[in-house]
């Protein structure tokens, strides 16, 4: 069994990343620049948002992070995207999910400007990744694409069950399972709540995606030998022990599931951290297009 290291892959991935910037510097250009929007004090968002600002100190790109109070009107929110459209020196941005309840989230995901949309969530975006046109791929399907190519893990002719069809994982990582090309030309069988004999199912995958959020759903009596796992789980449980008051789970009974997986990705320290990496990328990408 081999573990698909998300820290290690994201450590390279940004490696890469500083060395490109370090050239636009020599060049005196301008790096990077990724302005992350939150909304509220939701306490996961909280840490997530954070970790991408450090991750964008690390690489060496401009950050800002704009914090929006829990009240923050839609037509608030609106006008700082507007901002944040309008100004030049932003190369990308994104807008923290979830958003509070008196904010339309198609709304204000449809206000970014697509150039600059390096979550990949603005619906020409996901419509030209569908399509296999130049677009910003999601960044945690274009983490696991990365973990699958970076270890050489065999997609073409393999049966991939994604679990979740979420517009952020399931739904995307479906699409760019079965396209052409490395970490594609898979055959895709998308699950969800209303799947029958869901085991029958995952039972016959070669690959498996599971994106639901529900801490350790996948056990092994549900996997064959030699299952490929892809966990992007990541559920605060509570537990008295740790000194946070909670531990962090993923979808897959790991210790159970392992046991029977050629390759298997762990939480944390798995697609986690290949999301910020690949959000990176996608900045530089921004910036690239704009000069190229
Ligand atoms: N909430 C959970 N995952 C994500 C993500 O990848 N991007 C944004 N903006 N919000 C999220």
Do not use: N, S
């Given at each position: 069994m081999i573990i698909l290291d998300g820290n290690k892959t994201s450590s390279e991935i940004k490696d890469e990343i500083a060395i490109d910037v370090n050239k636009m510097k020599e060049h005196g250009e301008k790096v990077p620049h990724l302005a992350a929007v939150l909304v509220g004090d939701d306490g996961a968002s909280l840490t997530y948002v954070g970790s991408k600002v450090r991750a964008c100190e690390r690489v060496g790109f401009k950050s800002t992070l704009v914090q929006m109070s829990t009240t923050t009107t839609e037509d608030e929110l609106l006008q700082k995207i507007n901002e944040l459209n309008e100004n030049?020196?932003?190369d990308g941005f994104i807008v923290q999910?979830?958003?509070?309840?008196?904010?339309?989230e198609q709304k204000v995901l449809m206000a970014v400007d697509p150039s600059k949309d390096v979550d990949g969530f603005h619906p020409e975006n996901f419509g030209k990744m569908a399509l296999e046109m130049e677009s910003f791929i999601p960044a945690t399907p274009f983490g696991i694409l990365q973990l699958l190519e970076r270890y050489q893990v065999k997609t073409k002719g393999k049966h991939t069950v994604v679990i979740g069809r979420s517009h952020i994982v399931g739904r995307p990582m479906s699409i760019l399972m079965s396209q052409k090309g490395n970490a594609g030309n898979s055959t895709v069988t998308l699950t969800h709540s209303y799947t029958k004999n869901l085991s029958e199912i995952t039972k016959q995958a070669d690959i498996i995606i599971v994106a639901l959020g529900?801490?350790?759903?996948?056990?092994?009596?549900m996997v064959k030998e030699g299952v490929v796992i892809i966990d992007v789980g990541i559920s605060r449980v509570p537990d008295e022990t740790h000194s946070r008051g909670y531990i962090i789970k993923g979808d897959v009974d790991f210790e159970s599931v392992s046991k029977k997986a050629s390759f298997i990705t762990p939480?944390?320290?798995?697609?986690g951290p290949m999301t910020i990496a690949m959000l990176l990328k996608n900045t530089l990408i921004a910036r690239q297009r704009k000069t190229s």
């Open positions: 030049d020196d932003i999910l979830p958003l509070p309840e008196q904010i339309d529900i801490p350790e759903f996948l056990k092994a009596d939480v944390p320290g798995g697609v």
